[in-house]
């Protein structure tokens, strides 16, 4: 009998060790299968989900006001946060400040095909080296293929610091159309 009793709390335990063998052959397929599904449904939310308005409101800070002073256009760079989709990236942009056009902002992008315009200081204006196109020292078209002057962007005074709402225009068009 003492053999008896051992076959059986063998056979028991075989049974128990196959039974969490069997357990844990299923559970790989689901952990496998809810894997690809939290990966679905992660794409799935980054991507339907409403993105920022292209129209919101962002202000980028430029510079001090104390800081702009002069007849000349001065030079600043600006980071700007871009929203395609469910992806964000952020960009570095150029502007031109006039402080002697109450601190007006144009964007340094030509409006021909997107380069960014240079000022010329011996020449009094801005000119696009790509494609030769001249623009006067307050940015409107002087000559070359460009159809239009560079594009004014939004800009306010801010707590003594000037901010811009950086904007992108259609390239190679007379009329200015915000991109969206």
């Not at 510079?63 to 256009?73: H, I, M, V, W, Y």
Request: charged fraction near 20%; charge should be negative.
């Amino acid at each position: 009998m003492p053999d008896s009793d051992s076959n059986q709390t063998r056979h028991t335990k075989e049974r128990d060790v196959d039974k969490g063998r069997r357990n844990f052959l299923l559970w790989i397929p689901l952990g496998v299968f809810a894997g690809f599904a939290a990966t679905i449904a992660t794409a799935a939310f980054r991507y339907l989900r409403p993105a920022k308005s292209v129209h919101e409101e962002m202000w980028n800070d430029v510079a001090p006001l104390a800081e702009l002073k002069g007849e000349k256009p001065i030079m600043r760079s600006i980071v700007v946060e871009h929203q395609a989709a469910w992806a964000s990236t952020l960009e570095e942009h150029f502007v031109y400040i006039l402080p002697h056009k109450s601190n007006q902002v144009l964007s340094s992008i030509c409006p021909h095909e997107g380069c960014n315009v240079a000022w010329n200081t011996e020449a009094n204006q801005f000119f696009c080296p790509c494609h030769d196109s001249y623009f006067t020292s307050d940015g409107e078209r002087l000559s070359g293929p460009a159809q239009r002057g560079l594009d004014p962007l939004p800009a306010r005074e801010q707590n003594g610091t000037l901010q811009v709402q950086y904007q992108t225009y259609v390239n190679n068009t007379q009329e200015r159309m915000v991109r969206e």
